[in-house]
């Protein structure tokens, strides 16, 4: 890798930490605010709009690099499914932007606590174009409404690729990010 490019990916693996390292206190406290009751029911259908940037760490051994993820944008229609505990699956479309350019599908379960402004969810990604990667996610945070059927919303994702054309044998690729997002109910 040329000396320049070193450079712009250490001074942009700094930039990195340093918005994990002051997003992370917001998010707890957006977390421990949550015990305030949440304005609205757990609704029928929801839209969701997010976008995300952070931290990936891959390759195996001494291979193992760190450099700035791509700036990720997800759409995603959520349904509910359960109402005790409160769960809906979703399912929908991410796009990696600035140094990657992919798209894919996102898929999974959300739970939301009755009088929380909490949320977890877990599911999968696969990228499919135009290489393919498949693997895991993982978020948690909370979203404060800011009219009766919008939310916005702060998180902590997780994701974890495990296969893939993107990915040298036996390696993985972890990515860290942020999330934010705007939560429209539908019914």
Known sequence: MPLAMTGAVHSASRLVFRALRLGLPLLLWCAARSAVASPADQPLWQVELHAGYGLAVGGNGDQMSRRPTPLTLTAIAAIAVNDDPPLAGYGGLVVETLDRNAAGLVFGVELHPHGSRLHLSGGGEYVVAPYTLWGATASGGACFHTARTVALCGDLQL?????????????????????????????
Not at 160 to 187: E, H, R
């Open 159 to 187: 994701t974890a690729f495990i296969t893939g054309s993107d990915l040298p044998d036996g390696a993985t690729a972890t990515q860290v990010q942020l999330v934010l997002g705007m939560v429209f109910d539908a019914l």
